[in-house]
């Protein structure tokens, strides 16, 4: 796995003046890590949105042991990511002090970095200067007032006492007469995730929905320190449940380009089926919700039945309904023959028809189409401000694919068809999905056709300490960056990964403005963000 | 329309007998007899997710897909604790969370009835008990009847382990 080194951005970066320092301890290559002062990070992130970057993430890391063996006396650093359709991916740090890390917010240039910025300042305790937005987001008000569950000094091991004189959330609202707040959840009417959603809404129109998250977060950053990379892949795959073989591959890949280990090609194509599979099996499942909001049940029962067929046979050749644990750092750990392969192959082609045979029916359908078209628009200038991902973003225009971007194996030995979505609304939203499970459809049937020989699954072998890898892969929703650094012994020392859903959530909150509050529900439903995946 | 008759007739009946299942316990209170014959015939199930990764929810939704069909057994989901008769909890219930699910414990009408779903609910899981953000098993926070195992428990697992609970029995 030789790459060559990326060093377009450091040119472009060198270009206004702004010193980068290429870091010869992360991998891989092409999506290189760059040390800037702090002094630059503003500017760093005003040339990005010039080169018209997409911001991938914000996060922070204690120093490492390398940092510490180099005499580098700084405790924390600060890293974004961003990414080019050809340019690809590449990231900046920059140190920062320990004892009062402050760091310019990039929120002004980048509107998505907003809450990655509250998140720092939450878990590190680092403070953002110039924030649009200066409010906790992970930290729930009952936190303990110095609680930076990262910080090293942190007593991760306790549960966080309650503490009851924490105030309450300060919502956007509004004084205006005739506005008034519906507020909903964090326990939902369905069977869904918590989240808490404050409507502001005059009359039946929504004129501004606020997402307040946050309620399901399970500590996963803290708890994938000092695991080792297999304890590391099985949690990584109960990041958010739905999304298990792309989680776990993010970050099987992240591990393995630290590691400078390649999988073998077998298991590369395995793993591009399995993610298929599982785009297919939420695509279908989520359409048939979206129908079920409009009271078509018909086709929510239909989608529903082919989810199942689905997870029953994942059972049968992979031993897991959901897939959990199928990808492993190395490969894979099942390894389906000729047989299985077959009928997987014929299973996906007859869920494929079977899908298209309903799509006739849902196209045909006045009371379906009435309420999904022109219903939740985000605009082409508002995806790309904000960045959506997956097939929101190409619902609306805008067309980051890592699968074509990254072209990480298999998918550089396959063409990957872009469903060009425009109008942005709950109907292209649909419509990319239609279209995805037909093409993801075919890219499984090539990929088993040209199935390769030979070993599932490298010898796992842990870097050295210090040394960090990052991975971009495309989930169902998008695209999945994952970020790890090893410390002594193999155990991961820090794992950072932005779910698409960090972005998409946006999404949602642009898509629902005017429109009425009963159609809220199908606009949920058309991006199914997810809240453990965001929460960590 | 017709075409949607005819997919209908297509597809046909595929609902099936229920299989075994022994992935759940019974824990904690007997059921009052009274109970269960109130219950018998209908129950109205409130699912809250107190902290889970999202795939125990799509098991329990897969429990009201054609081939299993929960419904059948007279339990369906219901948008409010308020008229729930049983809450079927998810997830190692997270710091977050823990305040949410009491409340909604405490609007559940008596009787009721706890189902706990899933190894993180059972024991946090994956995610641990020493972790600043969990703060415990289902069973810590509120009290539970039935204990369904696995990551994630099969919707066959799930509807009879709800059955138990119901029926008094493991
Ligand atoms: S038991 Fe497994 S599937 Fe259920 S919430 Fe926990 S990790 Fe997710």
Redesign the interface.
Known sequence: MRHLANTWFAERLGDRGIRTTYLEDHHPAHMPCLEIIRHDWLHAAEEARRLEMRLVAVWAAEAGRHDQDQGRKHGLYAYMAFAHPEHRHALLRTPLAADHPVLPSIAGEYIAASRMERHMTDMFGITIEGSPDARAWIRHEHWPAEAHPLRGNFDARTPLPANPDGGDYPYVQSTSHGVYEIPVGPVHAGIIEPGHFRFLAVGEQILNMEERLGYVHKGIERAMQGRDATGGAKLAARISGDSAIAHAWAFSQACEYAADIEPPRRASFIRGILCERERIANHIGDIGAICNDAAFAFMHMQMQRLREDMARLHQELFGHRLLFDTIVPGGVSVDPDAAQLARLKAQTGAIAAEVERLRSIYADHPSIQERVIGSGTVSIDDARDIGLLGFAGRASGDYPDERIEEAYPPYDEFDVGIARGRLGDVATRVWVRFEEIADSARLIAEMIEGMPEGAIRAAWQAPEPGVSGFAAIEGWRGEIAAWVRFGEAGRIDRYFVRDPSVINWLGLELAVREVPVPDFPLNNKSFNCSYSGNDL | ML??LR??AR?GT?TEELGPSDAFEQTGRELEAAIRKRFAGSLAIR????????????????T????YDIERFGVH?T???RFADMLLVT??V????K??LEM?FDATPDPKLVVAIGDCAANC????R???????AVSDIIPVDVVIHG??P?PTDIIRGILAAIEGRA
Do not use: K, W
């Open positions: 075409r949607i997919q209908i597809v595929i699912a809250v997710d107190a902290g889970s990764c999202n795939g125990c929810e799509l098991e329990i939704h897969a009201n897909n054609a081939y989901f948008a409010s604790p997830g190692p997270s710091v977050n969370m305040t949410a909604t899981g994956v995610f641990g020493d972790n600043y953000a969990i703060a415990g990551c994630p099969t």
